[in-house]
T-cell receptor, first 112, second 113 residues
């Protein structure tokens, strides 16, 4: 069964550094998403992406964040200058249409 | 705005006990409803879903019925196993094309032998 994959599984970085989190959505899906889950808290929406542009973004998704689909398979989340409070589990999701979203295993980002 | 409320737990049950995790939602329209499960150290897996009123989603012995009149989507299982120990998230999504999933806070379940 096709799955969403994410790399790396764990990323450790210094405050102020740039990080890129990578996702490979399910191949025939058209809609892509990033969410994050700070330890012990709710899963929060960051951004949705369709037809090579951002469809919606939350207030968390400020100018430090960007997303890109650089080729036909990858979907990336970049954080330009990481802060301590960016430490969280980041989940990528994809969906074929306007319904069920399928989530990847997550990347745990630790900012020191 | 749209939101999901669920009992936060933690819930501890003995093996073969009956499980209910309550979930209620607030939404301006008629969303699709989901239960996702997160096993220790893993990501979010879709457990079941329902897209309209009175639909029943079911998977792996778990069931939930979309109750529009009470805006609820309670998760039930007749006989839990140790392997069901996980965090369970109730969630909703409006049916427009790129709408986000809105999650409840999650309910931690521990099943003891």
């Amino acid at each position: 069964e096709p799955e969403v994959t994410q790399t790396p599984s764990h990323q450790v970085t210094q405050m102020g550094q740039e990080v890129i989190l990578r996702c490979v959505p399910i191949s025939n899906h058209l809609y892509f998403y990033w969410y994050r889950q700070i330890l012990g808290q709710k899963v929060e929406f960051l951004v949705s992406f369709y037809n090579n542009e951002i469809s919606e973004k939350s207030e968390i998704f400020d100018d430090q964040f960007s997303v890109e689909r650089p080729d036909g398979s990858n979907f990336t989340l970049k954080i330009r200058s990481t802060k301590l409070e960016d430490s969280a589990m980041y989940f990528c999701a994809s969906s074929p249409a306007a319904d069920t979203q399928y989530f990847g295993p997550g990347t745990r980002l630790t900012v020191l | 705005g749209d939101s999901v409320t669920q009992m936060e737990g933690p819930v501890t049950l003995s093996e073969e006990a009956f499980l209910t995790i309550n979930c209620t939602y607030t939404a301006t329209g008629y969303p699709s409803l989901f239960w996702y499960v997160q096993y220790p150290g893993e990501g979010l897996q879709l457990l079941l879903k329902a897209t309209k009123a009175d639909d029943k989603g079911s998977n792996k012995g778990f069931e939930a019925t979309y109750r529009k009149e009470t805006t609820s989507f309670h998760l039930e299982k007749g006989s839990v196993q140790v392997s069901d120990s996980a965090v369970y998230f109730c969630a909703l999504k409006m049916k427009t094309s790129y709408d986000k999933v809105i999650f409840g806070p999650g309910t931690s379940l521990s099943v003891i032998p």
